[in-house]
């Protein structure tokens, strides 16, 4: 299996498979573990990052969830492979820069396990929408089906031993990726922001630490994992998460109301140039992109058109276009050929209308 | 309006600014990027006095014994050698894992085949303040409810 296949294979993210919502992109849930006995990746020897890389793909084969995935070893993928995973949030950055790293990834893409990064494994399940039990639901399943195998290192009184005292104890890192045009057009997202931050939540780009958020798409996520059963730190997010997505929908009818025509002439603008551009930067698409997802939020574009929108985000990124295309392109041929691949998907779109009641 | 300091070395801004303080005497060196990345032997007291800085003050003071892993391998990298550095380190980190997790003890799962003590506890604690709660309400049965509940943890705890 390729990391092309990974590209043309259907999945919940960017194919209409009944999952997508508004404002919460996806949820994810990511449990650091590692085995007893061995020193961490980042210490670790060169035959020692083998071994451990071969004990886990072996205890992950055997698992129902990845027959028929895909294993892919760093060090075997090109440049471009592994910048389609990082933008697809199957592998972190840290895992891609690495040459012992693999990441072990299930057919339907919703399980991605994470071998030889900061931790032994990350075990990461991601859904589209809002879903935070059953994402938890099916990493415990998969904790429950490896322990046995593996052999977590756990203390009792410290849990989950992690390479990183920010990790340990349960080893949890829920979040959500939430889009927030409505309270990044209304001017409050610092103050959101810094009300989540002062309640234990950490907020970033979606694009990772220390981005900005493009197309208004940030990732909210705990940052405590000790001292808080996992049951603690799911409600904790989730009801944060509620009230985000509250006030969102708040700023957006406030935004519609006062904007009236002004807020459909923004959207349509932004369809406009995304239906016609010949060349269109990463920036400027993801912007645009964001208009037209609040657009199908709100009833101003059919709301079974939001996959595609969804799926543009995505593969709109430098490494997908490239790989679409079948090789490394400079900067203006990839904003050539985004714009030509965002041309082509958006060509039956309707006209903007007024957002439903 | 003073004017920029320039490198010791080559006359050109400088970015990097070192103090020597001995014996009540303040010796100052002003280097640019290029000159402090430099190090070397073009001027012995200034890139004594650079590395005088940099390097670690103390001899390793904790090491594991597993891995090798010392203190001050932490400090630079802010990351473990291997699970069992924790035996070794857990002590030391109390405050900065207080700092950056507001608690120091696990109340969350345990493996399969591995009692989940910390959580049990944990559950033993709020199933207790819940019964108060429950028999000062007069709701009879929930709170007889808890009381079956915290003997079970009583006993697995016990069997542990």
């Known amino acids: 299996m390729s990391v092309q296949d990974i590209l043309s294979a259907e999945n919940e993210l960017t194919h209409m498979l009944g999952a997508q919502q508004a404002v919460v992109l996806s949820t994810r849930i990511r449990l650091a573990r590692n085995l007893d006995g061995i020193p961490f990746p980042g210490w670790a020897k060169v035959p020692q990052r083998k071994e451990i890389a071969e004990r886990c793909v072996e205890g992950l084969n055997r698992l129902p969830k990845f027959r028929r995935g895909h294993v892919f070893r760093m060090g075997e993928l090109t440049d471009l492979d592994r910048a389609v995973l990082v933008e697809r949030h199957l592998v972190s950055k840290e895992l891609a820069s690495g040459k012992f790293g693999a990441a072990v990834i299930s057919k339907d893409q919703t399980c991605s396990v994470m071998i030889n990064e900061e931790d032994h494994l990350r075990i990461q399940v991601v859904k589209a929408g809002w879903h935070l039990r059953g994402t938890w639901n099916i990493a415990e399943q998969l904790d429950d089906a490896l322990g046995p195998d593996l052999k977590f290192a756990f203390s009792e009184k410290l849990g989950y031993l992690t390479a990183c005292p920010t990790n340990v104890g349960t080893g949890l890192r829920a979040s959500a990726m939430v889009h927030l045009p409505g309270l990044c057009l209304a001017g409050h997202m610092e103050k959101v922001s810094r009300a989540l931050s002062q309640d234990g939540l950490a907020v970033r780009g979606w694009l990772g630490e220390g981005t900005e958020a493009a197309g208004n798409i940030f990732q909210i996520s705990n940052q405590q994992t000790l001292g808080l059963s996992e049951d603690a730190i799911l409600r904790h997010l989730g009801g944060w998460i509620k009230n985000v997505v509250e006030q969102e929908w708040n700023a957006r009818r406030k935004l519609a109301t006062e904007e009236g025509d002004k807020f459909v002439d923004r959207l349509s603008r932004s369809l406009g140039v995304l239906r016609y551009a010949r060349l269109l930067t990463s920036a400027e698409s993801m912007n645009m992109l964001s208009h037209l997802r609040l657009a199908c939020d709100m009833g101003c574009l059919p709301e079974e058109r939001r996959h595609i929108v969804d799926r543009l985000m995505i593969e709109g990124q430098p490494a997908h276009v490239q790989m679409r295309q079948g090789g490394e392109l400079d900067s203006d041929g990839r904003d050539l050929r985004r714009a030509a691949v965002v041309r082509e998907a958006l060509r039956d779109f309707p006209e903007v209308g007024p957002p439903l009641a | ?160």
């Open chain 2, 1 to 160: 309006m003073s004017q920029p300091l320039k490198c010791s070395l080559c006359e050109e801004p400088a970015t990097v600014h070192l103090s020597q303080v001995v014996q009540g005497k303040v010796t100052k060196v002003h280097l640019c990027e290029a000159c402090a990345q430099k190090g070397g032997a073009t001027d012995p007291a200034i890139f004594q006095l650079a590395d005088a800085l940099t390097a670690p003050a103390v001899a390793p003071s904790l090491i594991c014994p597993h891995c090798g892993f010392t203190d001050i391998d932490f400090r630079k990298r802010g990351r473990l050698g291997c699970p069992d550095c924790w035996k070794t380190f857990g002590d030391a980190l109390g405050g900065l894992l207080i700092k950056v997790q507001h608690e120091a003890t696990h109340v969350g799962r345990a493996p399969v085949g591995v009692a989940p003590v910390g959580q049990m506890r944990h559950r033993l604690e709020i199933a207790r303040t819940e019964m108060e709660v429950a028999i000062a309400a007069e709701d009879f049965e929930g709170a007889a409810r808890l009381r079956d509940e915290i003997a079970q943890l009583e006993l697995q705890l016990r069997n542990s």
